[in-house]
């Protein structure tokens, strides 16, 4: 006789664990709300469905959470003869306390040298009933009781590779040409033939290296990192176009994870070319084959985690989208991009800009400006310039030449996120300094591929003092810098 107790039922019960328990539960959820017809697709019950809570699901289809969990349960009971006991919504706790310390402890053995295989049974238990939510709360929480951010950073890869695991042995996507999926995976492909032309040429120097094959194929080596920093260009993409859209979705953890590893690939990339310059051959072959094997990883997490899980979270018409901004931070690897008749179409459906109907002036306080030439004008001026409003939402960015990318795909995300995992915590600072009244500007200058970087957060706010948002400029001030004496004469 099965002594087993049933499975409580309680908001943060993972849609996983609920089916794992009661198969027959597919069939009905899939039938209760149109929005729960995505689970009969098997990717999306490998990849969202794990980390998917009920309170989570209830809220994306807009039921109330007492309704669905009771509704379960009575279709269990209908189909076992038991009914399960269900927790009220009101039991819920935002961090379980022995969650936090089993999550702590992970950190620590990963810390003492414990694989990601080792502990990766450990942390699938420990999600089994949490939403990814639930366990960025958790990590934030061991960053205030004292645990090094780079220290929680190593659940990256455990967090991926539960993800991972489930996908092994999926079919590829099949997406039509010029869809985003199917240029980020044509990036891909040629990109893993650079990282194993750096294998190859790290190898033949060797470990230790030769010293007549350093000499020889040290600029070979030089090279090769220098094609292969085209990579930025397809990270940036999936930062400003990709992300903003799964965030919206309340997919955060995958990109959260993923950019952090974008970090460490551009400090690992910037770490060969200054080992390869002062000519240390030991180091350079070194961090090379580092870096070939962590861009290599990049692309397994990306075709096995991030896009069967952006496929089944974003619409058609989200595709479209992303489509339309890619062309601002450009392309990695490919020279052409096919059109996709979808993202034209969406285009095509497209409403003009507000107020540009009418080709009337907007009233500004010191005269007025079409739409047209607000555009061109912000468009010339020499800096970047980007508004975040009262709510951290970006609302505007400048075109023309940009010392830091942005595409459409920014607009309305969360400031907080449109920045690497290692620097919101001074955006979040200065957000709130300037909220609080306590400081109007800051300022910071930085040296960056042979530029020198001057870089200024300035407060907004309205005629009554109220806070209403940050402008942000970047300005490349390496020639104003440089400049000695007087120039009073016209000199082209």
Known sequence: MDTTPPLTITPKTTIHTLLKEYPFLLDFLAGYHPEFKKLTNPVLRRTVARMATLDAVAQQGNVPLNRLTDDIATEVQRQTGTRPPVADVADAETIDPAR????????????????????????????????????????????????????????????????????????????????PLDTFRRENQALLQVTASLRKVAEAIGEPPDGAAWGRLKGALSDTVERLAEVDKH???????????????????????????????????????????????????????????MVDDMVTKEERVLHPMSMDTLSDAEWARIRAGEGEIGYAFIAD????????????????PAGAADGGLLALHTGGLSLEELNLVLGVLPIDFQYVDEHDKVRFYSEGHRIFPRSPGVIGRKVQNCHPPASVHKVQQIIDAFRSGEK?????????????????????????????????????????????????LLDW
């Open 100 to 179: 936090l310390a089993e999550l702590h402890g992970i950190v620590k053995d990963l810390h003492a040298g414990k694989t990601v295989e080792e502990v990766k049974p450990r942390f699938e238990e420990l999600i089994r009933d949490v939403e990814a939510t639930e366990i960025a709360a958790m990590e934030q929480k061991l960053i205030e009781g004292g645990v090094p951010d780079t220290e929680v950073k190593r659940l990256c890869d455990v967090h991926v590779q539960v993800f991972a695991d489930a996908l092994a042995d999926h079919a590829p996507i099949a997406v039509p040409p010029g869809h």
């Open 235 to 293: 990270y940036l993409r999936k930062e400003n176009q990709l992300f903003p859209f799964l965030e919206e979705h309340g997919v955060e953890g995958p990109s959260k994870v993923m950019w952090a590893i974008h970090d460490d690939i551009r400090d690992l990339m910037k770490q060969a070319r200054q080992t390869i310059a002062e000519d240390d051959a030991k180091l350079a072959v070194s961090t090379c084959l580092a870096l070939a094997k």
């Open 337 to 352: 991009v096919p059109e996709w008749p979808a993202a034209r179409a969406e285009a095509g459906g497209a409403g003009a």
């Open 440 to 488: 109007d500007v800051a300022e910071f200058w930085i040296e960056m591929q042979g530029k020198f970087l001057h870089i200024r957060y300035f407060a907004v706010r309205d005629e009554a003092g109220s806070y209403r948002g940050v402008v942000e400029t970047v300005q490349d001030v390496t020639g104003i810098r440089a400049l000695e004496g007087q120039r009073r």
